[in-house]
């Protein structure tokens, strides 16, 4: 029996150190690339700028440009997404039992990667810094470049079509009931890896899709 499964990134396969200060490591970029950071940045920073529809991500960098146009600032040659990008550099640890995992649920159908993520080549560089290798997954998707965040149904949809199956049959492996666990309300299977570690995985999938 063939079925396609799905995994989350970030706090699922991988753990990858983020900025402290997400709004301090963005102004220190923007100011590497000659950008005028307005003396509210942090207030610019945290206030919300594009009225995006329910459930759309908003990448990073348009937000970045319409907090400094808030402020009458500029940030020409593409200043934003390249100081957002920079920022959000990251360095990565693949967790225990992720590449046997990802490989064990390869054995069932095609393999898919979803994750929320608003800073653009974040996932790309992630999986390149990982012990994961990129084929070994059928479709990565990303919320920035899908435009809809989990637990959007959208989200969950644009993964299952590149998979080629139906969202109600996809199995969904990811870290928060609250997020991935939305798979459910699709009419889909999530697995947790607080209550299933990835090392326990395989099993479970033998288990799932014997069912």
Request: glycine share 8%; proline share 8%; with cysteine.
């Given at each position: 029996?063939?079925?396609a ?23 220190n ?21 594009i009225?995006?529809p ?70 790309g ?9 990129r ?20 989200a ?8 080629s ?47």
């Amino acid at each position: 029996m063939s079925v396609a499964i799905a995994f989350d990134l970030f706090g699922t396969l991988v753990d990858a150190e983020r900025p402290a200060d997400p709004a301090g490591a963005v102004a220190n970029e923007l100011r590497e690339r000659g950008v005028e950071v307005p003396v509210d940045w942090q207030t610019a920073y945290s206030e919300p700028h594009i009225d995006a529809p329910e459930g759309a991500e908003v990448p990073l960098p348009a937000h970045v440009s319409a907090a400094l146009a808030s402020r009458e600032v500029r940030a020409p040659n593409n200043a934003a997404r390249r100081a957002v990008v920079a920022a959000f550099d990251p360095t990565v640890e693949t967790r225990s039992g992720a590449k046997a995992a990802v490989a064990a649920a390869g054995e069932y159908g095609p393999v898919g990667l979803l994750s929320n993520c608003s800073v653009p080549e974040l996932v790309g560089r992630t999986l390149i810094r990982s012990e994961l290798s990129r084929d070994a997954f059928d479709a990565v998707v990303s919320s920035v470049g899908c435009g809809w965040r989990k637990p959007d149904r959208r989200a969950f949809e644009t993964v299952a079509d590149r998979l080629s199956t139906p969202v109600d049959d996809l199995i969904y492996i990811g870290d928060s009931p609250a997020i991935d666990g939305a798979i459910e309300d699709c009419g889909g299977t999530f697995i947790s890896v607080e209550q299933c570690p990835l090392s326990e995985l395989p099993a479970r999938l033998e288990t799932e899709v014997s069912e």
